[in-house]
């Protein structure tokens, strides 16, 4: 009993073996006719083509420290989504719609959010206001 276990535990990781040597003589093929790396996905992943707009708005805080620009928006999408990029850091944020009281409230998985009201907005992570600001033609008014 136990040699016919070990025998099927032999023919398990031979057969384990051979599948991952072949994907990795797969990708090494691939990466070098064609320079691209290939990296296995999960197969429940989905790719779709997103639009980016370097011209789209650009708000800047009131401070003048960071700038921030809608790249991309997915109105058919439920919830809505958008792109954001930080231009100061060069960071992207993947933000879907949230409920808001007043204006436009987007949050990503980390709790980073922009909430545009008008031409303002507030760009903040959780409970804490990091910066706020207006759109880059129309400065906000300090009171």
Request: proline share 2%; with cysteine.
């Amino acid at each position: 009993m136990k040699k016919v276990l070990l025998g099927i535990a032999a023919i398990a990781i031979i057969v384990a073996a051979c599948n991952s040597k072949k994907e990795k003589t797969d990708t090494e093929e691939i990466t070098r006719t064609d320079s691209t790396a290939v990296i296995p996905k999960d197969s429940t992943a989905t790719t779709s083509k997103v639009d980016v707009d370097n011209d789209g708005v650009l708000y800047i805080s009131s401070d003048e420290e960071y700038r921030f620009r809608i790249i991309s928006r997915e109105t058919d999408s439920k919830p809505a989504k958008i792109l954001l990029r930080n231009e100061t850091s060069g960071r992207i944020y993947d933000m879907e719609r949230v409920i808001s009281a007043s204006g436009e409230k987007y949050q990503d998985a980390d709790g980073n959010y922009l909430w545009i009201k008008g031409d303002d907005f507030t760009f903040g992570k959780a409970d804490k206001i990091v910066a706020e600001g207006s759109v880059s033609s129309k400065p906000k008014e300090t009171h």
